[in-house]
């Protein structure tokens, strides 16, 4: 389920690192009202308690991603990871979190992509190496 909603539902207790305090500390407890800088608000307690627990499912989530990285370190192998989509939690001017919107914000359809090559694969293909690493940048 990735970082999918109930958001607390994604990670083990062990995982629970990240508490809304923090994200007070560092500025990360406002909203954008479309993404107009001069309209920021603060997130109330609720939305400040999700958006910590989606950092956390998050925090987790790449957890997982990288054990399996590990996992395929040595071996002539590709890892493809992307997300089916990206999810709204207080970003700009919605106000229910989620990914299903008649107007998507950039949060919802901006997506991570990752390609992870072992590293018997990059000695064995360093053509595809050098195609990937040339397009590194491209959306």
Do not use: C, W
């Not at 995982?15 to 993404?35: A, C, G, R, V, W």
């Amino acid at each position: 389920m990735g970082a999918h909603y109930q958001f607390k539902m994604r990670y083990p207790e062990s995982f629970q690192y990240f508490k809304p305090q923090d994200l007070i500390e560092n500025n990360l407890n406002t909203t954008l009202f479309d993404n107009v800088k001069s309209f920021k608000r603060k997130l109330n307690q609720d939305e400040l308690k999700m958006r910590t627990e989606y950092i956390n499912a998050i925090y987790y989530n790449d957890y997982v991603v990288s054990n399996l990285m590990r996992f395929f370190e040595n071996q002539n192998a590709l890892v493809f990871y992307l997300s089916d989509h990206g999810i709204e939690v207080f970003d700009t001017h919605h106000l229910q979190p989620g990914h299903g919107s008649t107007m998507p914000s950039r949060a919802m359809v901006e997506v991570p992509f990752m390609i992870y090559a072992g590293k018997l694969f990059q000695e064995k293909h360093p053509h595809i190496m050098e195609k990937i690493k040339k397009n590194l940048n491209k959306p």
